[in-house]
């Protein structure tokens, strides 16, 4: 995310923590951001702005820190200001030399402590990926203190060069449909390295040696990190490995190790989901972006009821947020010829509950109704078999995730 380095100090319509000079930071600087533009906003539209932006431009600026310094490390100096209260470091395109410029990390605020010289390290105060920058910090006084602008920026180059991680890998066998849905679950942590050329993951046939299907994620990103096949053969065990690669010149490594993904995998009439998996926002419809289905639960009680499916995902409406619910359920009257029903509770950021029904001929349908407004009951269907314990799997299909009208 960018952002421009230009700011105009206010009043303490914000209040923030900020912390030792070089030491510990602020955790909530993102808030601050938000929350001084929209202040800003309110702020131009309640008076006159140019007459404002006048006003402004008459504040004389605070010096420039000096002897601004980063190493081959991170580490980083520079001489305190007078009258500043905190300091925030940017780090820029290489070409970003006005202070105006999109920058493309921002660090947490740094307190002056009243210290002659700052120190620190880049990785203390922000996360950022390798690359080649031009750094800038800039003094800040009080926001509350209308006698002084914040300073011109103080530069310095930086090149950071590491190692590309082993990809992590999860994935779901949906044997509903006969597909593989392959996810690159480290995905976070390519974000603040680079992100690889492609993750190529192999799929080897125990039993047939020849027998290899490769599957090559391009084009990787945070919204772009799975891939679902239909390549492997339900009844067949594999041998699943990846590697990562990239061509980056801030990458040490051109090629990460090679990981096992998994060993002797049989994919067959069940469904098979590994931690580290979690669906996309928006997927499937509203059920996949906020309630989150179940995919599969093994070992669940027919008579006592219990838990019935865990759900991870991430949040809607953008936020990324992991959402995991855990659904219960609790033994009623059986319904509509069912062998078993039962009355599903799912609490969350929003309460779900439902109604959930196992039928002989092994099918199973779980209805929830939406937490409020103008969200209709939503309805996955699935199939239930018995384990040698008398615990039941019960193995939901994702592509029949259906939003159920009501009349009013």
């Known amino acids: 995310m960018k952002r421009k380095v230009c700011f105009i100090m206010i009043p303490l319509f914000v209040t923030l923590i900020f912390t030792g000079c070089g030491t510990t930071v602020v955790e909530n600087t ?3 951001f938000a929350q001084v533009g929209n202040v800003l906003d309110d702020l131009w539209k309640s008076g006159d702005g140019g007459q404002k932006e006048k006003e402004i431009e008459r504040i004389p600026k605070l010096d420039s820190p000096t002897d601004f310094m980063v190493d081959a490390d991170g580490n980083f100096s520079f001489g305190a200001v007078e009258n500043a209260d905190h300091y925030l470091i940017y780090m820029c395109a290489p070409d970003a030399v006005r202070d105006e410029d999109d920058f493309i990390y921002s660090s947490d605020a740094i ?4 210290n002659a010289e700052c120190r620190g390290n880049l990785s203390d105060v922000m996360d950022y990926a390798y690359g080649e920058y031009l750094v800038k910090v800039l003094a800040f006084p009080a926001l509350d203190d209308a006698a002084h602008d914040f300073s011109p920026a103080a530069t310095a180059d930086y090149t950071i060069i590491g190692t590309l991680d082993d990809p992590q890998i999860a994935y779901f066998w949906n044997v509903f449909s006969d597909t593989i849905d392959i996810q690159i679950s480290n995905i976070g942590t390519y974000q603040y390295q680079v992100y690889p050329d492609q993750v190529v993951v192999t799929f080897t046939n125990t039993k047939d040696a020849s027998d290899v299907v490769k599957v090559e994620m391009t084009d990787i990103s945070l919204e772009n990190y799975s891939i679902k096949i239909d390549t492997v053969l339900r009844g067949n ?3 699943i490995t990846a590697v990562a690669e990239s061509s980056s010149e801030f990458v040490s490594n051109a090629s990460s190790g090679q990981v096992q993904v998994a060993q002797a995998l049989t994919l067959g009439e069940r469904n098979v989901l590994v931690e580290g998996y ?3 926002e928006g997927s499937n419809g509203y059920a996949r972006g906020a309630g989150q289905f179940p995919n599969i639960y093994e070992g669940f009680n027919p008579e006592t009821g219990g838990i019935c ?3 991870v995902g991430s949040a809607p409406g953008g936020a990324g947020d992991r959402i995991e619910l855990i ?7 059986a319904v509509d010829g069912a062998v078993y029903s039962y009355s599903i509770e799912a609490p969350g950021f929003f309460a779900f509950t439902g ?3 196992l039928y002989a001929d092994n099918s199973m349908v779980m209805l929830m109704d939406g937490p409020a ?3 209709q009951p939503t309805q996955i269907e699935g199939l239930w078999f018995e384990n040698d314990d008398g615990t039941y799997t019960l193995c939901f299909n994702p592509d029949s995730v259906a939003v159920i009208t009501t009349d009013d």
Not at 111 to 114: I, L, P, Q, R, V
Not at 327 to 333: L, S
């Open 278 to 280: 979690s669906f996309p």
């Open 327 to 333: 659904y219960t359920a609790t033994p009623i009257e």
């Open 111 to 114: 307190y002056s402590n009243g």
């Open 355 to 357: 109604l959930m029904s």
């Open 309 to 311: 499916g865990e759900a």
């Open 237 to 239: 065990t594999y041998d």
């Open 373 to 375: 407004g103008p969200v």
């Open 30 to 32: 993102q808030n601050y």
